[in-house]
């Protein structure tokens, strides 16, 4: 799913989920990298449970 404010997507989900962010992808000059930096990355991997 494309979203324009990933943090504040994640951070609606954390509110129903125990949830893990990974970043992932960078892409820069039609190049993609791998990454954890959250200013390069393109995308936001967010994985979890649902709390209780």
Do not use: C, N, W
Not at 3 to 14: G, I, P
Not at 34 to 44: F, M
């Amino acid at each position: 799913m494309k979203h324009r404010d990933t943090e504040e997507l994640a951070t609606v989900l954390e509110e129903y989920i125990d949830s893990r962010r990974e970043y992932i992808l960078g892409v820069a000059d039609e190049v993609v990298f791998e990454t954890d930096d959250p200013t390069e990355a393109a995308v936001l991997a967010i994985s979890g449970s649902p709390t209780q």
